[in-house]
């Protein structure tokens, strides 16, 4: 099964690639000046990005050293204690959707510290998995869009996130603890 499954994985995009080819010729689409045409909309759509990506890392950065992030896991921890939540798990709740490189370090730093077998392992990898990079992509996506009000999809993808937490840390406590 796993050979079969490694052989698939390994012919899986060619095969895909050619089988778009070949569909496309048997279709008279003129496959390279299509294929150049997407390029040349994609380097628009990063060229229109940038500035809302930049924007987004310099506010992660100062977030993170301003001292505003540990202020507000001190203004978080006797809440989350009282819900049995480990403190210790915050920076990952509260960084995963800034950053996903930033909650990855995050990541790194529990599993370095606690091990990846732990419960503070397990509950950070579970809660990588399940939220997403929510302020990251209304960020660059509605700004490259030209999407203005976004007040309501915070709000939305913000609560989503917390509730993935909460469902992250019942899920680990009650099936991996």
């Keep these: 099964m796993t050979l079969a499954v490694h052989g698939f994985s390994r012919w899986a995009i060619p095969l895909l690639l050619l089988g778009i080819t070949t569909w496309g010729l048997s279709r ?3 496959i390279y000046e299509c294929f150049v045409e997407g390029a040349k909309e994609g380097w628009l759509t990063a060229v229109r990005v940038l500035p809302y990506l930049v924007g987004m ?4 950065q100062v ?15 006797p809440l989350a204690s009282r819900l049995g939540f480990p403190a210790e798990a915050l920076p990952m709740a509260l960084i995963r ?13 529990i ?18 998995g399940s939220t997403e990079t929510s302020l990251y992509v ?4 509605a700004g490259s869009v030209g999407i203005k009000r976004t007040r309501h999809t915070l709000a939305v993808v913000l609560l989503t996130d917390l509730a993935a937490v909460l469902i992250s840390f019942w899920i680990v406590l009650h099936f991996f603890a």
């Design 28 to 30: 008279r689409v003129p």
């Design 57 to 60: 890392l310099v506010a992660i």
């Design 63 to 77: 977030f993170q050293h301003s001292g505003a992030m540990a202020r507000l896991i001190q203004v978080l921890t």
């Design 97 to 109: 959707p800034i950053s996903g490189s930033g909650s990855l370090a995050v990541l790194a730093q």
């Design 111 to 128: 599993f370095t510290t606690h091990g990846p077998d732990s419960f503070l392992g397990r509950l950070a990898s579970v809660v990588m």
């Design 138 to 141: 209304i960020t660059v996506y």
